[in-house]
């Protein structure tokens, strides 16, 4: 059973930064396609960044150039570090990972204050 923890998640000011983490496992992280994910309220899930199992990455253009994800296969983890943070960022974040089948976490809140 694969499990995704998040964390990171909090309040900000607008223009700062966090830096989310997920803990993956339950599968060998390696062969995993991993993502970040955001739903704020009254809104749909949206995607907005992903990164492979050759560490290719790819994002959203609501974030292109201010977000950035990365992973660590060695300690079975994916980051998403968020600069230049807007109050339309606030949202809950989740992390999701693929392997012929979606997984998801639970997600984090992060708040960004105006």
């Known amino acids: 059973q694969v499990q995704l923890v998040e964390s990171g998640g909090g309040l900000v000011q607008a223009g700062g930064s966090l830096r989310l983490s997920c803990a993956a496992s339950?599968?060998?992280?390696?062969?995993?396609?991993m993502g970040w994910y955001r739903q704020a309220p009254g809104k749909e899930r949206e995607f907005l960044a992903r990164?492979?199992?050759?560490?290719?990455?790819m994002y959203a253009d609501s974030v292109e150039g201010r977000f950035s994800i990365s992973r660590d296969n060695a300690r079975n983890m994916v980051y998403l570090d968020m600069t230049n943070l807007k109050p339309e960022d606030t949202a809950t974040y989740y992390c999701?990972?693929?392997?012929?089948?979606?997984?998801w976490g639970r997600g984090t809140q992060v708040t960004v204050l105006s």
């Open positions: 999701e990972a693929f392997f012929a089948v979606e997984f």
């Open positions: 990164i492979n199992t050759r560490h290719s990455t």
């Open positions: 339950g599968i060998s992280f390696s062969i995993l396609s």
